[in-house]
């Protein structure tokens, strides 16, 4: 697998798993939990060892659960989570605590691989104050790298001006007709991680096809030739997908590589 590394000096696979309607009935993403493991072990077969929850998902338990019924050990394995920027777990310190702490219990977990801010809230001082709490959990080492989620160029840069440690990534939706270059552009330059989530939603039928031209002339998807463009920017990407066949399909993008003229192209979508 390959992976980019952190600023922190860890090493994050440029592809994982989204979750985010995993474990939940009629894979609606409002849906009760109902603790099915089935697409996070599917996904574990097809070889990923990156998946992407949070607090707000509801299903950070069914992830710890499928980790402990892979039989394999901690370490294979690189997990994000989140937690929400609602004033519910930013109040204060204890509020923030609690919400790690429900994350590392709800994992079945000592240590959380990436830890995010998952949305920015109107309050700079706030998020700094949250952020202190995250960097006092990785002194103590349980949570290894931390971040942040859908913050624009003033919210990254106050932390990273602010903090004491640097955030990692910045998790931002990325797809044709949104590709977010700005922040992307800026969280790179800062030497933070960008990380596109919703790569393969809101594609519209249109741009389907002209990707899928591209895609033709290396025998690639419109699916795969987005994700392979992602990575080859730099942006870790996160798909997920309830079916075996396209869970492997969006693994198959390391043996091909698009050309200047193609990608001009389907940055343009
Ligand atoms: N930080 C945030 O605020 C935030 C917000 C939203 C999402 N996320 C994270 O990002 C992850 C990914 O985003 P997402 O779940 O919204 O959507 P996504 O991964 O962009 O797309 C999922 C949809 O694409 C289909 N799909 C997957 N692979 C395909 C392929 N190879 N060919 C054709 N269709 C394919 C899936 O259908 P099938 O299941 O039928 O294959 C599913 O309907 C989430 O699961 C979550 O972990 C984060």
Redesign the pocket.
């Known amino acids: 697998m390959e992976t980019v590394t952190l600023n922190t000096g860890i090493k994050f696979p440029i592809i994982g798993s989204?979750?985010?309607?995993f474990g939940k009935v009629d894979?609606a993403y409002q849906g009760e939990i109902n603790g099915d493991t089935t697409e996070i072990l599917m996904a574990i077969d097809a070889g990923y060892r990156h998946f992407?929850?949070?607090i707000s998902?509801r299903n950070e338990s069914v992830v710890g659960k499928a980790l402990g019924e892979s039989k394999k050990a901690r370490n294979e394995f690189f997990i994000t989570s989140?937690i929400p920027g609602k004033q519910e777990y930013y109040a204060d310190k204890e509020a923030v605590k609690k919400g790690v702490k429900q994350s590392l219990q709800a994992l079945n977990t000592a240590y959380i691989d990436l830890y995010?801010i998952?949305?920015p809230w109107d309050n700079l001082v706030q998020m700094l104050s949250m952020w202190q709490v995250l960097e006092d959990y990785v002194d103590q080492g349980k949570l290894k790298a931390i971040g942040v989620?859908?913050f624009n160029e003033k919210e990254l840069g106050y932390l990273i001006e602010n903090g004491r440690i640097k955030p990692a990534v910045n998790?931002v939706?990325s797809?044709p007709r949104n590709w977010n270059d700005v922040i992307i552009n800026y969280s790179l330059a800062q030497e933070v991680v960008p990380e596109a989530?919703?790569?393969?939603?809101r594609v519209s039928d249109q741009a389907k096809e002209k990707l899928s031209e591209i895609g033709a002339k290396y025998n690639k998807?419109?699916?795969?030739v987005i994700l392979r463009y992602q990575i080859e920017r730099g942006v870790v990407v996160?798909?997920?997908?309830?079916?075996q066949k396209?869970?492997e399909?969006?693994l198959e993008i390391f043996d091909f590589k698009l050309s200047d003229e193609d990608k001009q192209f389907i940055s343009a979508q």
Not at 197 to 201: A, E
């Open positions: 989204g979750t985010n309607t894979h992407d929850t949070a998902y989140k995010l998952h949305h989620s859908n998790q939706e797809h989530w919703g790569p393969l939603t998807t419109w699916a795969q996160i798909p997920k997908s309830h079916n396209r869970q399909q969006n």
